[in-house]
């Protein structure tokens, strides 16, 4: 699974019939690559998360058939970003 | 899914069978990488657009039989491209 | 899909079983990279041809069984490459 | 499959439902890119692991349908990394 | 089918079930990126060989139930390797 910052929302009126229910949003790399993923946990901006992708991101969504290959799987409580470099998370 | 935009149709007379009736298009990433998608939307040139890869790419399709491994799900309503770096989308 | 161009021919005796009756082409990416796709519409060196990997890879040969994870889908018609970077297609 | 050095322990308070009692790690690749992994194995920090992702990181769970693109199988015996070139191991 | 070169054999006590008797090689990309792979051919060290990924790298072992996301499906025949840039195979 892949660690990516939540961005913003993705607003996109013209879709696949599929997608149409789910909450999606633009996530960036620590490289600054964008891309979407479903969001079945609801992630505010500015949260670092990990997505799993292929097959297993239709299966983190609660409707299986959506179409999808990028979903938020879960919020990570603590991470540091340093200077071109993530840190590894601390427990406090 | 990745943000990729519209450059063009593709044109292609010899293909396997199974893909005769796909609208194809050729789409760039925001690095300039080039690559062709399935489009069941109508996705005009010069559009930004998201893509679902692997087999995401088949059930996006209102056949899914269809052999591709990239389709576009969705037009982007809004997306700002500044000088090397994609912005975030606004709503207004 | 991507775009690759057909170099070769892959010579290769030693084989996995289910991969026997395959033809095999080497093929190059605008950047140099190569790698090698089962062919099932016999594209001719130099030639640009678009690419479909995973699990579509295998539904794009005649016989769906066929152990490859990169399969050519088409040739595609006109394709001009300027100096690092590959122009879009225009048809006349 | 990939070669990656264990990091740390992820903490995620928030998952999606099928994830709650896989432990989670997070790994750093020879070029310093973290991900996240499933541990069947009990991998310690420091150690160095080969990864499968893909639907191949579900069946190498106990519970195939575990929510998952990345699972470590295998902790390697003896890694020599050297400035900034892995070594091959060595059989002593 | 990507191709890389072996390098030597993978030494792992401690797998998860499903591995236990697969052959595994350490390979290097042109590149030198490392990674693992199942060995159903019997490739040996220094040789070129080309490898299948994801689904189609269980399909490929004699055991399609093996955990493995990557797997040797040919050895080649010819393969010469210049500077910085891996040349075109012939045949003699």
Chains 1, 2, 3, 4, 5 share one sequence.
Request: proline letters at 3%.
């Amino acid at each position: 699974m892949e660690i990516l910052r939540v961005v913003d929302e993705l607003v996109c009126t013209r879709r696949v019939p599929g997608m149409q229910l789910c909450a999606l949003r633009v996530l960036e790399s620590a490289q600054g690559a964008l891309s979407v993923a479903t969001d079945p946990v609801g992630a505010p901006a500015g949260k670092w998360v990990f997505v799993t992708a292929g097959s297993a991101a239709r299966l983190a969504m609660k409707d299986a058939t959506t179409i999808t290959d990028l979903t938020i799987c879960g919020i990570i409580d603590r991470w540091e970003e340093e200077a071109g470099n993530i840190g590894t998370m601390q427990n406090s």
